[in-house]
């Protein structure tokens, strides 16, 4: 096996997502290398040998200065093509799946998405995908290769190996009908503190706070503790809180080393966002909020 990682990067960091899926892609194939697309993204990817990549490759162009998929698909197929990856892994986000659908377009290729973990068997890979509303996980793999897999956000820490792999500088022609799209405009929402995917500790308000004014209380205990505050649907539906920072089957996926839910009940489609935080911990009035069968911690009382 053969393992090409896709490293996302904001600015001069490389994602924590996409450095997990390097580090548990190193776990099972000693062959792992990653990509780096970007422009002055040099510095960026230095530090990812120490995640478990042998070589990383940097694509730095103007060229792909803006997040835009399609001269991302062109990096990648041209990597394929020349070093013979079997396996392209990706961390999930709104860019990584559109580069991930559009290889898969591009080689032909099986792609599975929403991966929450990967064995390895034989000389292949198995994934593993949650179903049924995340109540039992299946077993998913590919009938030719490359295989190229989207990994759920949150699924693997990125750990550091201590090895620090070689970095290298590839050059890739952009495809004419790769610059047919600009970007004509990047907003960023403005956010103080961490974001809630690279939290350690992640305060989450529900429709138990009984008005938006209730995220007040939440936004100063994530201050004090160096956390984030997120929401969840039925407070986003609500329009108390921003859908960016929803955590759940429709938001994003976490993991958090601590997770505080006040006023949240629970559902199975909050579940699937958070369960696989380290320590939960809950506040709710309802001694038979669902949310306490999953919880280390629960205080049934106001929060």
């Known amino acids: 096996m053969s393992t090409l990682v896709f490293l996302e990067h904001h600015g001069d960091t490389i994602q924590k997502g996409a450095l997990g899926v390097l580090s548990k892609a ?27 990549a042998g070589t990383v490759y940097v694509a730095d162009n103007e060229a792909f200065a803006a997040p835009l998929p399609q001269p991302r698909v062109d990096v990648l197929a041209r990597l394929v093509a020349d070093k013979g990856f079997d396996t392209v892994l990706f961390a999930a986000s709104v860019l990584a799946a559109d580069v991930a ?7 032909d290729a099986g792609l599975n998405w ?5 064995e390895g068997s ?7 995908r949650s179903a049924l509303g995340d109540t039992v996980r299946a077993d998913v793999g590919w009938s030719s290769t490359p ?8 699924s693997f820490d990125a750990v550091q190996n201590g090895a620090a792999g070689t970095v290298e500088e590839i050059s890739v ?14 907003a960023h929402a403005e956010q103080s503190g961490p974001s809630i995917e690279d939290a350690d500790i992640l305060v989450t308000g529900g429709r138990g706070l009984g008005e938006p004014e209730g995220f007040g209380m939440l936004e ?21 809180y921003p859908y960016s920072t929803q955590v759940g089957q429709t938001g994003k996926v976490v993991s958090p080393k601590l997770y505080i839910g006040a006023g949240v009940s629970g559902a199975i489609q909050h579940k699937v966002g958070m369960q696989t935080s380290q320590v939960i911990v809950s506040i709710n009035k309802d001694a038979n909020a669902p949310i306490f069968e999953f919880s280390d911690l629960g205080v049934v009382g106001d929060l």
């Open 26 to 52: 190193a776990q099972l194939d000693p062959d792992t290398s990653a990509v780096v697309i970007g422009s002055g993204v040099s510095q960026a990817a230095a530090p990812a040998g120490a995640y478990g």
């Open 101 to 107: 659908g559009g290889l898969s377009a591009r080689l």
């Open 114 to 118: 929403d991966l929450s973990d990967l």
């Open 122 to 128: 034989g000389d292949g890979l198995v994934g593993k």
């Open 147 to 154: 295989r190229l897999g989207l990994i759920r956000a949150g």
């Open 173 to 186: 022609d952009v495809e004419d009908f790769s610059t047919r799209a600009a970007m004509v405009e990047q």
């Open 220 to 240: 100063e205990l994530a201050d004090a503790m160096g956390g984030a505050v997120a929401p969840t649907r039925a407070v986003v539906d609500s329009g108390w």
